[in-house]
């Protein structure tokens, strides 16, 4: 299977709107739809929605040299309490509105098209024969009637061959044909298609950069959008908002490539990559065949070329005059300077980043529907916005987000660094689309662990260690948490967890707790539902178990007695995350299912990871600064 793109080339005749989901200027109640960059574009999902809308009607008359599902190329939704994506196999652009060529003035717009008129409707009241009260409507008018408006995008996909390929380019270009309007107020003749142009399909060409690891241990990756992106998130049933998240997880890296892989190789997106099918990706068996062990940590964001970004601990504390300092290494319990008390990084009000060295990213709502096939109006119910993030920062700048990628849990050296080269190649391949709705992403690949934005000390310097999460982890048994006196925190289930998984026994302990600065939270809903409701409903059913995760920037203060056995142990660590504790495995080990498929928390999808002995504690320590 190859990958192929057509260029698309619409030509609409004026007036034309697309509506945006918020007023452009002022006074208007509608405008036209822009792009983070400010330029005025018809949405993929309206383009992709039309389209299946014009093939439906007509499918039953094309007549084509291989049959061809809608279904498989445009996807399904989810059934019912169903969380498994059923994504199409057409991959839509944005289709942006280059010029527009006016008839009846004869000038031809470039830009942002200068000609701005604004347009007005109302409705009539029968009786008097009026303007009806409260119906007056205005909306931006871009292009006068008459205009001749281009509009250029593409449509991306994977086939067998060029003679593949070209039938479903010829099955598109028929939806479009069959199209009549596009964008908004179409019920008075806006947006009438005038024409469609369709390049070829072309295949994807892309030359491979050879990475030299020396040992197969790590590269890192940096991941540039193409366009704005929605990571995580999801709908609640309780508002019709989805916001995304900030970072990238490793999990859904590692799912985008499971994704591209198949599709490259004719299955399934959402099949499953296991040993006993190693075979059937010639040139990728060993990236196969080890995938579960593969660690992708989740990609933070940082302007192109800088440093990736480190979670601030959050022993970090504000004084006076909003100076940051840190308490880790504070002797006192209850620190004061200058008479005041601090304020600590869980409290502060105004916003504040998590992060050292990340990037303020630029935010964007968009607001999508279904349509209901015989109204032609917005589907009851299915009206909702989400929040993307532009890949530029507030200034412009273009923005990257880093993540490491290890083999270490690979034993075989030789088997690591075939698996680890094999990666690379896949994912230079084959790795084009990334989150919600499938976003065109450029990735690079290079080789040793992404310089971080804060160093860390030496840890052999000293007989404390201060460990703080990069990233969300399992750590303690909620079960055991209810448990607990009032009176109780949780220092007992906390020094039980790294006394476990540091491998110490209990009469000769070479790694101690000492304090914690930690924060939890709940994860379940839909998480739970896609990855245990499923495999426990036989069993148990209406059992609802929530995962309960210890938060990213929680910081951990750990006394060393043995030296050697210690600095092993955060060696481990350091390079592959943190392992889950005995608990854990036993309740996610179940239903006869890997662990990761009951449990999303694992360290190869970027879960445990942690940094080790930030210079941050020293350099801005409470008591240093008094």
Known sequence: MHKYTCQVTLIVLGPFLTAAANPHAYGLDKSFHRDYLGRLVVPASHIKGKLRMSLEEISTFIETSQPISLSSLFGTPSGDHQYEANAGQLKFSDFVIEHGFSQSHGEQTEGDHTWAGERTRTAIDPTSGTAAEHQLRSFEDRFPSNTEISCKGQVSFYARDRTEAQATANFIRMGFIWLSNLGSEKGVGFGRLHAVHINPPEPQNRTIMEVSLQNGEAFHLRIIAQEPIAVGGIQKRRTNFAETEKIIPGGAIKGALTASLNRAHGFPATKMLSKKDAGAYQGFEKLVEYFSLIRITHAFPALTGKPRAVRKPLSAVRIIDNQELDVALSSQAFPIQGECAPTYFIDWKEPKQEY?????????????????????????????????????????????????????????????KQAALQFSKAIQLYLDWLGRESRQVELSVLEGYAIPAMESKDWNQGDLVLLTLQSDALMLDPQAVRTLEPWQDLYDPYAKFWQEISGQS??????????????????????????????????????????????????????????QKARECLTRWAQRGLDLPEWAKQEYGQYERALWQNCPFVRENGYGEVAINLVWHWDHALERSS
């Open 356 to 416: 050292f060295g990340a990037a303020v990213l630029e935010e964007i709502l968009m607001t999508h529907t279904e349509i209901d096939d015989q109204s032609r109006r917005s589907l009851a119910g299915n009206l909702f916005t989400e929040s993307y993030l532009c890949p530029i920062d507030s200034d412009g700048r273009t923005v990257e987000w880093i993540c490491n990628v290890d083999f270490w849990s690979i034993e075989d050296p030789n088997e690591r």
């Open 506 to 563: 209990k009469s000769t302990p070479f790694m101690k707790l000492v304090d914690f600065f930690p924060h939890q939270s709940f994860k379940g809903g839909y998480l739970y539902h896609r990855y245990l409701g499923a495999a426990e409903s036989k069993q148990k059913p209406n059992q609802y178990r929530p995962y309960y995760l210890t938060k990213a920037g929680s910081l951990f203060k750990l006394q060393i007695t043995d030296t």
